[in-house]
């Protein structure tokens, strides 16, 4: 992330009090929720709190609010394309779904990996090419692919929900704390409709406006 998007990523004041107890199923269709996000990368930091919706594996919606609750940006997943759109704009960038994840975390994740980061479920799609350790009551607690890690730091209280872990991977390291989250609710909105009154630009366009 440049420091264009590391400005659009704005820090938040107050905070939703967790929602302890809540236990993922064991096969998760869909999540959502709402989470903080503290990101540092290139000597940069920066805080934000999101709404986030995954439908795994092809699916994810992350929209990022300012400290008045006005949406900054949006990334959208769908299969293998993405768009990140300004709504104060009206203007989105469209990409393939790997190059638009990567320029909001600096490194590129699968809808199926942010829902096993968020949910502390890995079956499936969300563990492929991930080396996982678990500690003496099963949960997964540590992950390696490549040079991107992460490690949980704190579960719900007699849960198996991760609430706060910690990530790092090509320069780029930060600290999520779940704050609310809901499973498999019905009709998350993934569709790009929404854009149809926005303009589409080039990355470097979009990037001078976060500027």
């Given at each position: ?34 989470a ?24 994810a ?99 198996d ?49 976060l500027?």
């Amino acid at each position: 992330m440049g420091s264009a998007l590391i400005a659009a990523v704005l820090f938040l004041n107050g905070c939703r009090a967790p929602k302890p107890g809540l236990r993922p199923p064991d096969k998760i269709r869909e999540i959502e929720g709402y989470a903080s996000l503290r990101l540092t990368r290139g000597g940069e930091t920066a805080r934000s709190k999101f709404a986030f919706a995954v439908d795994s594996p092809r699916s994810a919606r992350i929209e990022i609010f300012d400290a008045l609750g006005r949406s900054v940006s949006i990334f959208l997943v769908r299969g293998g394309e993405a768009w990140l759109a300004l709504p104060s704009k009206k203007a989105y960038w469209r990409g393939g779904r790997d190059e638009v994840i990567a320029k909001f975390l600096g490194f590129p994740v699968r809808p199926a990996e942010i829902a096993g980061l968020l949910s502390g479920r890995w079956s499936g799609e969300a563990g492929e090419g991930w080396t996982l350790e678990r500690d003496n009551g099963g949960r997964v607690v540590t992950g390696t692919r490549g040079d991107l890690s992460f490690r949980v730091l704190e579960f719900f209280s007699g849960n198996d929900l991760p609430r706060r872990w910690s990530f790092r991977g090509s320069g780029t390291e930060g600290v999520v704390t779940l704050l609310e989250t809901a499973f498999d609710r019905p009709g998350p909105d993934f569709s790009p409709g929404f854009l149809r009154s926005y303009s589409s630009l080039t990355w470097p366009e979009i990037e001078r406006m976060l500027r």
